[in-house]
């Protein structure tokens, strides 16, 4: 069983920066598929960026592509999200997800098998 673990969230001023953590265990890291999804309010979950089990490719939605990246580093079984100029709409509460196999390139939430807890974002205007 994969325990995935994030933090790094809080408030934000509209510009700021964030940068989430997701730490994994129970599995070789490094045999993961790693990604993170986001859910505000009233809305559905929705794919943010994904990452492949190397750290050799990388994915991330149109919305928040050029402010956003993930990255990986497998020898501390880490996710990173890192949020750049944070807008209001991207209030929501992140989630780190896991799966063993490779995702689609838009995955949807039920590809991933294995999910965090998620941590709070808010940014204000």
């Known amino acids: 069983q994969v325990q995935l673990v994030e933090s790094g969230g809080g408030l934000v001023q509209a510009g700021g920066s964030l940068r989430l953590s997701c730490a994994a265990s129970?599995?070789?890291?490094?045999?993961?598929?790693m990604g993170w999804f986001r859910q505000a309010p009233g809305k559905e979950r929705e794919f943010v960026a994904r990452?492949?089990?190397?750290?050799?490719?990388?994915y991330v939605t149109d919305s928040v592509k050029g402010r956003f990246t993930i990255s990986r580093d497998n020898a501390k079984n880490t996710v990173y999200l890192q949020m750049n100029s944070l807008k209001p709409e991207d209030t929501a509460v992140y989630y780190c997800?896991?799966?063993?196999?490779?995702?689609?390139?838009?995955?949807?939430?039920?590809?991933?098998?294995?999910w965090g807890q998620g941590t709070q974002v808010t940014v204000s205007s």
């Open positions: 129970g599995r070789t890291f490094g045999s993961l598929y």
């Open positions: 997800a896991a799966n063993d196999v490779s995702p689609s390139v838009v995955p949807a939430p039920y590809e991933y098998r294995y």
């Open positions: 990452i492949s089990r190397s750290g050799g490719s990388t």
